[in-house]
């Protein structure tokens, strides 16, 4: 499902900067003029950390490591994309990202000032802990986005919305994602599949991650979809920090789930040979469904939301 929605702002600046638009009917024209004039000035916002930011009117060159999947929603593109030892990316994203180069994850300076960026939008604020901010911003101005525990995709949505002049364009995204996740809660119900429940698992170096019931994809599973929670997710899930939490051998067979959600993990992991792992109801029954890294499983926001709810009706509902 697509999830852009295209706005003509820029076109129509362009337009006035050249002096085309009047050639368009005058009442047509007044009424472009009055919203760009509204939309295109700096603003002075202040970030998750108290800063008071000067965003740039228009910002074309973005760097948002980790935030991508939000500028895309928002119709932007950066002009570098996150990475991790320049192998890990978001797969998902690289229909809108071909072509866009990589920057690491933990933003070293220099790189960032090879992409001569207009703005700098940082997701994580221990990312600019030891003085980096001050660096950051004498490179563009700097804005933080809302972060940390207990903040949701959705906060983060709205807080890179209102930087980027786009409040309206996220709550179109908003609408259409929850339309999708209450049509498909709504077949899953018909299709008696809500009364299943259901497990996401990251199985890497013989080491078992589980999602936590409200985090990540668990978000979307338990939450925006209704799926029963198993009483391990649930346990796990009152101490967990992260998206994935870390599960003994032990504690992983006590899992009751009906289905398993298996992400980026190596099918000859010794794991898998394990009789925990064979014993699992799931398995036995062959309900467990594996998605790879190249999925939008480990990653959150609107698309990668959409693409999970889209691989959960394939899985149970044979879509």
């Not at 994935?244 to 009906?258: F, Y």
């Amino acid at each position: 499902m697509n999830l852009l929605n295209k706005s003509a702002l820029f076109g129509l600046t362009l337009l006035i900067s050249g002096g085309l638009l009047a050639a368009c009917g005058t009442q047509n024209a007044g009424t472009s003029n009055s919203t760009i004039e509204n939309t295109a000035k700096e603003r002075v916002l202040t970030d998750t950390l108290g800063n008071e930011v000067t965003i740039p009117a228009n910002p074309k060159r973005i760097i948002a490591s980790y935030l991508e999947d939000y500028l895309i929603a928002l119709d932007e593109t950066p002009v570098a994309q996150w990475t991790v030892n320049n192998a890990s990316i978001q797969d998902y994203l690289q229909e809108e990202l071909d072509g866009i180069p990589t920057i690491s994850y933990d933003l070293p300076y220099e790189e960032i000032l090879k992409y001569e960026p207009d703005l700098i939008l940082v997701s994580s604020s221990p990312l600019v802990e030891g003085g980096k901010y001050d660096e950051y911003n004498k490179a563009a101005p700097t804005y933080v986005v809302k972060n940390g525990e207990g903040v949701t995709w959705r906060d983060q949505l709205t807080d890179v919305a209102n930087v980027l002049n786009k409040e309206k364009q996220a709550e179109e995204v908003l609408e259409t994602y929850d339309t999708l996740a209450a049509d498909t809660k709504e077949e899953l119900t018909q299709a008696n599949a809500n009364n299943q429940s259901a497990a996401v698992l990251w199985v890497t170096n013989n080491q078992v991650f589980m999602v936590a019931e409200t985090k990540s994809s668990g978000t979307v599973l338990y939450g925006d979809l209704g799926l029963k929670v198993p009483e391990l997710v649930t346990e796990i899930s009152k101490d967990a920090t992260a998206d994935w939490s870390a599960v003994s051998l032990e504690k992983m067979a006590e899992l009751d789930a009906d289905n398993i959600f298996l992400i980026n993990s190596d099918e000859s992991d010794p794991f898998f040979e394990e009789s925990v792992w064979k014993n699992l109801d799931a398995v036995k029954n062959d309900k467990v469904f594996s998605f790879g890294g190249d999925s939008s499983w480990l990653y959150n926001g609107p698309i990668a939301n959409t693409k999970i709810i889209e691989d959960v009706k394939t899985s149970l509902l044979g879509e």
